[in-house]
């Protein structure tokens, strides 16, 4: 089974904070996405990477970044955390072929005091 | 662009009642069609998908159809239970191009009481 590994499911930051959230998949795709998750909104997404070194802004990018040094690794980046930056964060990742099933870590929830 | 619109929630049932949740969507070619559902605290699971008109997927007893002619592709189940309580999303994902083309719609929240 395909698995995507959010490293912290948890966190408490304070306002101004640089906070990285981690995703790791082990099934050698090479999309990944980070969405956060809000009541009412749906999935929104922040950033997506089709290959290493490689990153597509999406539809709500202010505020974060992210790096791709290796394909199974993703990381995302606040570099200055704000309250309106709590939300549950979901990353995910998709092999090539329109057919297939993109995959979810299991969500960090974030919450910035 | 395309996007996809699914009935607002939350949806309240009993159990044993019949589900539908409906999604349309607007896109250019051929999309594949997902249904994802998500439990409390948990990601987002896969619970079916149909990748060409006049596909059926199913699991768990979840059926939907992808019908071009409607652009819908309809979540329905005959006698939901309670462990069916979660939300779910439809989405589609293009055919080429960038960004995976991936839409996801708002969500519907579904609660089934015993």
């Known amino acids: 089974d395909v698995k995507v590994t959010q490293s912290s499911r948890y966190l408490v930051k304070r306002t101004g904070e640089k906070v990285f959230l981690e995703c790791v998949q082990d099934m050698d795709h090479e999309n990944m996405f980070w969405y956060r998750q809000d009541p009412g909104l749906g999935l929104r997404l922040i950033y997506f990477?089709?290959?290493?070194?490689?990153?597509e802004k999406g539809d709500i990018p202010e505020g974060y970044s992210v790096s791709r040094e290796k394909k199974e690794r993703f990381s995302l980046i606040l570099e200055s955390a704000s309250t309106n930056q709590t939300s549950m964060y979901l990353c995910?990742?998709?092999?090539?072929?329109?057919?297939?099933?993109?995959?979810f870590g299991e969500g960090s929830w974030l919450t910035v005091v | 662009g395309d996007s996809v619109t699914q009935m607002e929630g939350p949806v309240t049932l009993s159990e044993e009642a019949f589900l539908t949740i409906n999604c349309t969507y607007t896109a250019t070619g051929y999309p594949s069609l997902f249904w994802y559902v998500q439990y409390p605290g948990e990601g987002l699971q896969l619970l079916l998908k149909a990748t060409k008109a006049d596909d059926k997927g199913s699991n768990k007893g979840f059926e939907a159809t992808y019908r071009k002619e409607t652009t819908s592709f309809h979540l329905e189940k005959g006698s939901v239970q309670v462990s069916d309580s979660a939300v779910y999303f439809c989405a589609l994902r293009g055919r080429g191009g960038s960004q995976g083309n991936l839409i996801f719609g708002k969500g519907t929240k579904l609660s089934v009481k015993p």
């Open positions: 995910a990742s998709i092999t090539e072929g329109s057919g297939n099933t993109i995959y």
């Open positions: 990477s089709y290959d290493v070194k490689m990153k």
